[in-house]
RNA sequence: GGCGCCGUAGCCAAGUGGCUAAGGCAGCGGAUUGCAAAUCCGCCAUCGUGGGUUCGACUCCCACCGGCGCCUCCA
């Protein structure tokens, strides 16, 4: 896997055999989370996910910052507390990662719950002379700190640019915040340098070491953490520690908002156009971030399945730039239509749903004797392999829709919907099976889509349309296809397609052509 | 200004110093179908531009053009 300490890709070898210690900086909840703040935690699911496929026991932990400048100031603009406000974010937070399959979290520490910890922290760090304390506040020195800078290569003098007219209490201009000073009216906490609150990059020193050790496996974030956030981690924990902190760092690209016009990357109509037209939601592509005001994650999932946001995030690999938008949504939406068909067509010959099989772990099976002649097993075999090398989710999906292709071309050479084989049918299940083992480990097809379930209100709608099936079904029987289509054509105009296949007639409503 | 990333078909997106440059969406042709839909088969790129290294580069190096990120809060 990458490492971004070494900028190479690196063998896996954790600290302590078969368990993996794995720390991603989750969120400032201040505010409702958007898109960008899913990405993270989908990857890092489908990282244990395919770690513990693999055999590793993991332990997974995800911060909430609970206690900082943001918080302050918005709650201050609700008219809340700080708590409150926290309190009300994080649930937000954790409806939309549940939404999103992402239930393997094993610990999500809050800064608040840690303080004493943090403050312990930042006393060694002052004893060791790393830190001093200046009216209040403390700061890391960095020029103690013969390393600083390694993890985004910078040097402490490139820093020291422009500098700033308030850094006074601190030493040198790249010094940051260990403790702050609590101001009027603040929350704080009592600490040896008076009342005040953690700084920003602590509370990960801190909790991960409390949690998964002072040496742990893998470190994530978002790209745009590397430096200063993950530089400062660094800086603290080894500083303190003598050693090493995390082994892998792992950066995942941010989400870009896609251009509506143009080619991301190329000349776009856009930029052709006259400034005034030129606003924010026709550039080609910008960062997703609080400053072009992303929706609300939860608005995105009133018009979009949760399902259809993780094929779009795994479908590129993790360390590029996702482009998002409706467009991409719609398109990978399309996309796992082709997965879902096959689902009920496999339900529609088995009786069994895709979604409640379980397949069993045959991560170390014997592989050379399973792939005489057999094509899943090729595939499937390609597709660990992508998966080994740095979780290139990206052509392990790729596979996947090579997989689905196999499974159909077998039904249809087989002509198993116009009779039925035991043999085949169990061929086929075998299939099913492999594709659900791999779709395992990438956190995908989880749970069956609800459009597809019918509920209480439907029934009479389901009743109705077997009817209108049976009747149309008489009308081809008799050569009367005149009615059979206007029939169908009608019904196309109300939303529902209809399917004459080679097993009888199938009826679903049309997808949102996005 | 400093550090870094990217530029692959109409769009999205993998990948490799030399074997057919994945996969998806869209499109086209065919099989199948009463006609459709779905499914299957086939077609659709020489890899931003210009140099260099090499027996050989899309893949390595340099320059240029274009896009993006970080350097302040950000997943």
Known sequence: MYNTLSKRKEEFVTVQPGHVGMYLCGPTVYKPSHIGHMVGPVIFDTVKRYLEYSGWKVTWVVNITDV???????????GTTMAKLAEEMTADYLANLAALGVRSIDKMPKATEHIDNIIGFVQGLVEKGFAYASEGDVYFDVTKDSDYGRLSNRSVESMQGEGGST????RS?????????????????????????????????????????????????????????????????????????????????????????????????AQSLPEATLDAQAQAATKISKSTGAEPFKKLLERHRPETVRVLVLSTHYRSPIHFGE??????????????????????????????????????????????????????????????????????????FDFVRLVNKYIDQHGLEKKSSADV????????????????????????????????????????????????????????????DLVRTK????????????????????KEAT
């Open 167 to 170: 850094v006074d209490r601190k």
């Open 68 to 78: 900082d400048d943001k918080l302050i100031a918005e709650s201050a603009l609700r």
């Open 173 to 269: 201009a790249a010094d940051f915040a260990l403790w702050k000073k609590a101001k009027q009216g603040e929350p704080m906490w009592e600490s040896p340098w008076g009342p005040g609150r953690p700084g920003w990059h602590i509370e990960c020193s801190a909790m991960s070491r409390a949690i998964l050790g002072e040496q742990f496996d893998i470190h994530g974030g978002g790209l745009d953490l590397v430096f200063p956030h993950h530089e400062n981690e660094i800086a603290q924990s080894e500083s303190l520690h003598g050693c090493c902190m995390a082994r892998y760092w792992m950066h995942n690209g941010l989400m870009q908002a896609a251009g509506t016009t143009g080619k991301v990357g190329g000349r776009s109509a």
């Open 491 to 510: 019904l196309a105009e109300a939303g529902i397609v209809v399917e004459d296949r080679a097993d009888g007639t199938l009826w679903s409503r049309k």
């Open 327 to 400: 467009e991409p949504l719609g398109e990978s939406a399309r996309a796992m239509e082709a997965f879902e068909r096959l689902f009920s067509r496999y339900e529609r010959l088995s009786g069994k749903s895709f979604y409640v099989l379980t397949a069993k772990n045959r991560r170390d099976g014997d592989a050379a004797a399973n792939l005489a002649g057999n094509e899943a097993e090729l595939l499937r075999v390609k597709f660990l392999a992508a998966m080994d090398d740095d979780f290139n989710t990206a052509v392990g999906i790729a596979t996947l």
């Open 425 to 484: 049918l169990s061929q086929l299940s075998e299939m099913m099976l492999v594709l659900r083992e791999l779709t395992d480990t990438l956190g995908l097809f989880l749970t069956e889509p609800i459009a597809t379930r019918i509920g209480a209100d439907e029934k009479t709608v389901s009743k109705l349309m077997e009817l209108v099936i049976e009747i149309r079904s008489r009308s081809r029987a008799a050569k009367d296809f005149a009615t059979a």
